[in-house]
Each structure stands twice: as structure tokens, then as C-alpha cells.
Nanobody, 121 residues
Framework: QGQLVESGGGSVQAGGSLRLSCEVS????????MGWYRQTPGKQREKVAA??????DYAHFVQGRFIISTDYDKNLVTLQMNSLEPEDTGVYYC????????????????WGQGTQVTVSS
């Protein structure tokens, strides 16, 4: 069992919704900021959303469509994705680390294995 384990990816038509979940080991969850990154075809991995101590940060291309949240009882971080577009297709990764890194470009030290999201037009 890894320290960050994603679930919830899949295929959906444009305009639909998906909910990604990441189960995090307790030590990491309690210590670090959490976030979601994605790698879309032809692009470098990029930050989608980050959350830490009541603060959230979103990439401009998901503002108003995606919501990141945490569940401290379950050591879970989720990404609710609404109004999905074909351009959102890619592999989504759960990430953990210092806030400045998770909300930045490179991400923190800890990564999940990734989960595929496919949005068809």
C-alpha cells in the first residue's frame, strides 16, 4: 500500500462530473499540504488545485469548475470535477508536501500513482 493512493478516475462525456479521491497515510496528511496535479497529452505536468490549513489554490483553467476538499477523519483529499471538458483528459496525480511547493509548479515530494480521466466530446 502506497502513501498516496488515488481512485475515482474514469470516462465521462463533456459537461459531466467525476470525483477523485486520494487516501493518504496519516503522518503525511497531518503534516503537509495536499494537492492534485495532472498530465495532459502533449503538456508537462501541471498543478490543478491545492489545499492546506483552510487555504485553497486553483489553476486558472479549473476555477469555478473543480473543488478540492479534505476529510480529516478519513485522511482523504478529494477533487470534485464538474463541467468537464475534453481538454481535462489526462492522468491526475495526488501530491503532498510543503504548501509553497504543492501550490507551485513542481509539487511536493510525495506522489500517488495517478488515475486516468478521459472526457469525450
Amino acid at each position: 500500500q502506497g502513501q498516496l493512493v488515488e481512485s475515482g478516475g474514469g470516462s465521462v462525456q463533456a459537461g459531466g462530473s467525476l470525483r477523485l479521491s486520494c487516501e493518504v497515510s496519516r503522518d503525511i496528511f497531518r503534516r503537509y499540504a495536499m494537492g492534485w496535479y495532472r498530465q495532459t497529452p502533449g503538456k508537462q505536468r501541471e498543478k490543478v488545485a491545492a489545499i492546506f490549513s483552510g487555504m485553497t489554490d486553483y489553476a486558472h483553467f479549473v476555477q469555478g469548475r473543480f473543488i478540492i476538499s479534505t476529510d480529516y477523519d478519513k485522511n482523504l483529499v478529494t477533487l470534485q470535477m464538474n463541467s468537464l471538458e475534453p481538454e481535462d483528459t489526462g492522468v491526475y496525480y495526488c501530491n503532498a508536501g510543503p504548501w509553497s511547493l504543492v501550490r507551485g509548479i513542481s509539487g511536493g515530494r510525495y506522489w500517488g500513482q495517478g488515475t486516468q480521466v478521459t472526457v469525450s466530446s
